[in-house]
């Protein structure tokens, strides 16, 4: 509802954000950007990555990474997916009514209550024996329960999407049933591990058994695409919190006046890997593509997930990387490059990835970037194996992402415009 048709009804005496029929959104509504309800929700996931983030650092610099690898990969998935039911229903019904308003308070109190739940959840991997989720699925449950009522305020206001709002309705109360039984019931470990797997696989699936196809719902293309953006800058963050954490000890604690050779390189290592990381993702213009691939929405949405965990994964590297400069772990130089290494060829690699099945056309020009990226990063690990000091390899990890810089503002990007041009005319 515009600002003057909300003046007009507090005139008469309503609320200013009164109750409206959540009736879907104009998919190809002109200017649509992300509201501030959306940036202040953003926020409290700001918590969430950075919590998974620092214990996944900390077990890792314990030496334990089969286990840290593990809780890493349970919470990412949970944040992401939680993330992803929000972002897509506000692109394709968010009315900013007070409930509306309402609703995404108690998502906001529900992400808290997981990100409380997080230390526990990775003490317990690295203790072994069981998983403890309660407060994990607490805050998931809060946070999905929210989510129902907002469908059923879809199926209640709009003729177009009842099935969809009802289906949405049944599945997610089914799939919170289950994870109400995975956090609180006594069962064996093995049989908590298999149901993880299968809720998990339920939660990607809810969207085809709830709208069939990607096009059932009037998500906004530009919008979405600027959503995954602004998250991506978000779970970057934890690269400079990385660097921070990396650091600290180093320029001589709180003093800060110790300003050594290996400390100077971490501040540039991480700035400039955060930095080449961002300027890669943005390369690619994913609200463009996704107006001509609407189709593959899906594929967008839930690809991103192991793109956010290469982010974040960066970071807690990063972390890892002061931890080993200030002799706070068990790991060696190889593992601690490694830890740094793994998680950004992840998050390129997937860059690429997405790149290719969105557009549905690949580009030679693309395996000889990424040959060079990984070529760099396994570099960056061999000069680690060879005695060369840390710091300096972190330094060689930091040219990674500007392999694909380079090359885009070369040649690249003559090549994606001709991709972009043929996509505009063979359409969806």
Request: aromatic share 10%.
């Amino acid at each position: 509802m515009g600002n003057s048709e909300r003046s007009d009804d507090a005139g008469k005496g309503r609320v200013a954000h009164s109750l409206v029929p959540v009736t879907g959104r104009d998919p190809e509504e002109s200017g649509r950007s992300a509201t501030p309800l959306e940036l202040l929700f953003d926020l409290t996931f700001v918590v969430a990555v950075g919590t998974a983030a620092t214990h996944f650092a900390e077990m890792l610099a314990e030496g334990h990474p089969v286990e840290a690898l593990a809780a890493f990969s349970l919470a990412m998935f949970a944040i992401s997916v939680a993330w992803i039911n929000f972002s897509w229903f506000a692109s394709a019904f968010g009315t900013d009514d007070w409930l509306h308003r309402v609703l995404t308070m108690v998502q906001m109190i529900g992400v808290v209550v997981f990100s409380l739940g997080l230390p526990g959840m990775f003490h317990s991997v690295e203790v072994g024996g069981h998983l403890e989720l309660r407060m994990m699925v607490l805050g998931y449950v809060v946070m999905r329960i929210a989510m129902v009522v907002q469908w059923w305020r879809v199926a209640r206001g709009s003729r177009d999407f009842v099935s969809v709002g009802m289906a949405n309705i049944r599945w997610t109360a089914t799939a919170q049933i289950g994870w109400i039984a995975v956090g609180f019931a006594h069962l064996p470990l093995s049989v908590v591990i298999a149901a993880i797997i299968a809720l998990g696989a339920l939660e990607l699936l809810l969207p085809v058994l709830t709208q069939g196809s990607a096009g059932g719902t009037p998500w906004h293309p530009h919008h979405v695409a600027e959503r995954y953006g602004l998250f991506a800058i978000i779970t970057l963050g934890e690269g400079v919190v990385g660097t921070v954490a990396s650091s600290g000890e180093l320029f001589g604690g709180a003093v800060g006046t110790h300003w050594s050779g290996d400390a100077i390189a971490v501040v540039v290592a991480g700035v400039g890997l955060t930095f080449g990381m961002w300027w890669t993702y943005f390369l690619t213009p994913f609200g463009d593509i996704l107006v001509h691939r609407r189709r593959r929405g899906y594929l967008f949405g839930y690809g991103h997930i192991p793109l956010f965990m290469g982010i974040a994964g960066a970071g807690a590297g990063l972390h890892v990387a002061g931890l080993y400069l200030e002799h706070h772990t068990e790991l060696g130089p190889v593992p601690v490059v490694l830890s740094l290494a793994v998680p950004v060829g992840l998050y390129l690699l997937m860059v690429y990835l997405l790149h290719t099945l969105l557009l549905s056309a690949g580009d030679p020009f693309h395996l000889l970037l990424i040959s060079v990226t990984l070529a760099v990063l396994a570099v960056a690990v061999g000069l680690s194996a060879a005695g060369v000091g840390v710091a300096a390899c972190l330094l060689v990890v930091m040219l990674a992402p500007f392999v694909t810089v380079v090359g885009y503002e070369t040649i690249g990007h003559r090549h994606q415009r001709q991709m972009l041009d043929g996509l505009a005319v063979r359409g969806d």
